[in-house]
């Protein structure tokens, strides 16, 4: 009897549950659409006799508006809950990002700069493509040195007038060439050389130059300010010693050695024994590279001198292969970080 039908399916439509938006349709599909369920009885609705058409029509009709108001109370529900799905929520934890570190040579530089900068000195930068007059002849370089050689020198495209600056004294006269005494300052930079690549040698590294020029420069000058800066890198128990050595740009020229940090001078495996570690090549500046630079050599005197980062990083934190500061390995580089 098709009155049962209706009353049994009315049970149903107030019962339906949908977990998705998918099963929804199935359900609209299942009783509405053309083939469904509900509209299935509107067909048979012809065939029933005249006397009951007003009692079926009315229940058929109730019918049909509780489904379609099921469902959409269905398909509203699921529609709500996919937009809350998409909220933000604003009381989860953040995706963390880490913090890089600066790189280990970076640390070295900036210490370096700092200490110098409490001196007085200021930071000056140059290119490191360079010309022959800037690495070489402005600094007094024989024509017949041997790092003007092929073998240390990068040069570019076969040019031998362009290249590769294998120093940073190349600032020296960059800064002399624009600027008359008083001049104090210091250059930090990249340098290049053509050597075998090994734990103790790369051919990229980096160096800070110091330069002074002004009236009565002195060598004491020169001592005093360099055992400033041993005590303030590697600290207040630090002595220094220069020993003759040449540069064709400073005369006299010296090598600074600096106690050894690690046994206080009593000789270990990182000083070889000897108690002292070599850390810069320094010296007066030559008058011949004054003069080379418009300065007058009879008014004027100055002091230089050069150091490699690599080499006082590796002696700061006791890293044996210099290789390291280039590989970026970040398992390497991770133990710097806290050093921001
Ligand atoms: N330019 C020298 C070097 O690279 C270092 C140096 C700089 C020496 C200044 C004396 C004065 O070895």
Known sequence: MILDKISSLLDEINNLDAKTSEEVENLRVKYLSKKGEITALFDDFRTVAPEMKREVGQKLNELKVS????????KEKHAAEAA????????????????????????VKNDIIDIFSRLGFTVAEGPEVEDDWHVFTALNFPLEHPARDMQDTFFINTNPDILLRTHTSSVQVRVMEHQQPPIRAIFPGRVFRNEAISSRAHCIFHQVEGLYVAENVSFADLKQTLLYFAKEMFGQQSQIRLRPSYFPFTEPS???DVSCSLCGGKGCSVCKGTGWLEILGCGMVDPAVLEANHIDSKKYSGFAFGMGVERIAMLRYQIKDIRLFFENDVRFLKQFQSAL
């Open 67 to 74: 489904a379609q108001n099921k469902i959409n109370a269905l």
């Open 254 to 256: 010296a090598e600074m």
């Open 84 to 107: 809350q799905a998409e909220r933000l929520d604003v009381s989860r934890e953040g995706t963390s990002h880490e913090i890089g570190g600066r790189h280990p040579i970076s640390i």
